[in-house]
């Protein structure tokens, strides 16, 4: 099983719909949250960081269950310019320190 | 301006031949990481490294050596044994402070072409 899992997508949607994409990841040791948004042959950039109380940042909502080991994201009133990928990101602590990235999830946002 | 530089953004090499890749960083970040990614592939970890003259392997490091002898430098070099290493190479960094990390800051990546 994957450390962290996404669904690959692509998502397809029109513009103003609201999109979630979804995470689980498998090691409680799992410390912190992020998702991450990339464009094509483009780095990944922070999208925003994922607290266990949740947080919002305009458009975008993010939320993390620890029980579950689930991390979603939502995005509202989607924007022609919010086509890309999504990554779900997990730092995670088990003697050493890294960073995992899920394989990402496409993102399509059409006129 | 702080960041994480990669160099060069493209790179040919013909086969057989090792190539290293260069990532600085003037971020003051303990961590640093490298990840390869293929196309319409997320990111896999090949080596991190947490301080000074330690790295560890990551998913994917067989073919792949790497060096930690500064903070600010983490290189990375495709052997001649990586039998696919036609790829976009992505360099991070991030802090780690009490055994948490921050959010990892990436590189603008190198791409890599070997004919």
């Known amino acids: 099983r994957k450390e962290v899992e996404q669904d690959p997508g692509p998502f397809n949607v029109p513009e103003g719909a609201t999109v979630a994409f979804n995470c689980t990841y498998s090691?409680?040791?799992?410390?912190?949250f992020f998702w991450y948004r990339q464009d094509c042959r483009k780095e990944p950039k922070l999208l925003m960081s994922?607290?266990?109380s949740g947080n919002e940042d305009g458009r975008f909502t993010a939320q993390l269950n620890r029980a579950s080991q689930y991390i979603s994201l939502l995005i509202r009133d989607s924007k022609l310019s919010d086509s890309a990928t999504y990554l779900c990101?997990?730092?995670?602590?088990?003697?050493?320190?890294?960073?995992?990235f899920g394989a990402g999830t496409r993102l399509f946002v059409k006129a | 301006d702080g960041g994480i530089t990669q160099s060069p953004k493209y790179l040919f090499r013909k086969e057989g031949q090792n190539v290293t890749l260069s990532c600085e960083q003037n971020?003051?970040?303990?961590?640093m990481y490298w990840y390869r990614q293929d196309p319409g592939q997320g990111l896999r970890l090949i080596y991190y490294?947490?301080?000074?003259?330690?790295?560890q392997k990551g998913d994917i490091a067989e073919g792949y050596s790497v060096s930690r002898e500064k903070k600010e430098s983490f290189p990375l070099t495709v052997t001649s044994a990586q039998k696919n290493p036609t790829a976009f190479y992505l360099c991070?960094?991030?802090?780690?402070?009490?055994?948490?990390?921050?959010?990892?800051?990436f590189g603008q990546g190198t791409r890599l072409t070997v004919v």
């Open positions: 090691n409680s040791a799992s410390q912190s």
């Open positions: 991070a960094s991030s802090i780690v402070a009490g055994g948490y990390g921050t959010e990892a800051f």
């Open positions: 971020l003051n970040h303990d961590a």
């Open positions: 994922v607290y266990s």
């Open positions: 490294s947490q301080i000074v003259n330690d790295f």
């Open positions: 990101v997990v730092n995670l602590y088990t003697g050493g320190f890294k960073t995992i």
